[in-house]
């Protein structure tokens, strides 16, 4: 089943301990992102990757980095959370051509920095 | 520059009755257009999407949408709500040019169907 897998679902952490989301597709999409969704906000674009070492900064990404080491995988790294990044956040995929095709979204990872 | 306003945070109707969502974008260039539905606890999935063939553009589960660049409106309609449609929906606006890609969302419109 073609999919976008997330994990953790759930993380509740404190303040300045690092963490890792990790997102991984199976469609072999070169396109892949991740946003934050907030209540009144919409989804903002943190990061994104064209391909495999190419990544470039979305309209929120102060507080991140990501990795795209394999075509598959594009983990969010959070080095010092803040509560500031409570969120609810979702990677997403999609094939070459991002205009024309549609992105494949995961479950989402609900994240409490306490 | 890109940008896209949801005019309406709610919509509530009635069971059988038309929806209508409202979408207005922003871009120097020529969009790229979606509609995205989130339900409750869910993850986002596709609708419907223009890309600068019909300008209207046929979705799932009956939904349709009209691309009016005079108006820049790309405005989400189903003739007849179902209590299932009730749920978040996003409209995207999306640039790709010289492989940079930027994906731009509206802050949603939660639709309430009443039974």
């Known amino acids: 089943e073609a999919q976008v897998t997330q994990n953790p679902r759930y993380l509740i952490t404190v303040t300045g301990k690092k963490l890792t989301v990790t997102c991984s597709q199976n469609?072999?999409?070169?396109?892949m992102s991740w946003y934050r969704q907030d209540p009144g906000l919409g989804l903002r674009q943190i990061y994104y990757?064209?391909?495999?070492?190419?990544?470039d900064k979305g309209d929120v990404p102060e507080g991140y980095k990501v990795s795209r080491k394999e075509k598959r995988n594009f983990p969010l790294i959070l080095e010092s959370p803040s509560p500031n990044q409570t969120s609810l956040y979702f990677c997403?995929?999609?094939?070459?051509?991002?205009?024309?095709?549609?992105?494949?979204f995961g479950p989402g990872t609900r994240l409490t920095v306490l | 520059a890109q940008s896209v306003t949801q005019l309406d945070s709610h919509v509530s109707v009635s069971e059988g009755t038309p929806v209508l969502l409202r979408c207005n974008y922003s871009?120097?260039?020529?969009?790229?257009l979606f509609w995205y539905v989130q339900h409750p606890n869910k993850g986002l999935q596709l609708l419907l999407k223009?890309?600068?063939?019909?300008?209207l553009v046929k979705g799932i589960n009956g939904f349709e949408a009209e691309f009016k660049k005079s108006e820049t409106s790309f405005h989400l309609t189903k003739p007849s709500a179902h209590m299932s449609d009730a749920a978040e929906y996003f409209c995207?606006?999306?640039?790709?040019?010289?492989?940079?890609?930027?994906?731009?969302f509206g802050i949603g419109t939660k639709l309430q169907v009443i039974p």
């Open positions: 997403a995929s999609s094939g070459q051509g991002l205009s024309y095709n549609e992105q494949f």
């Open positions: 469609m072999n999409h070169e396109y």
């Open positions: 990757s064209m391909n495999v070492e190419v990544t």
């Open positions: 871009s120097s260039y020529s969009p790229s």
């Open positions: 223009y890309t600068s063939a019909a300008t």
């Open positions: 995207v606006v999306t640039r790709n040019s010289g492989g940079y890609q930027k994906v731009t």
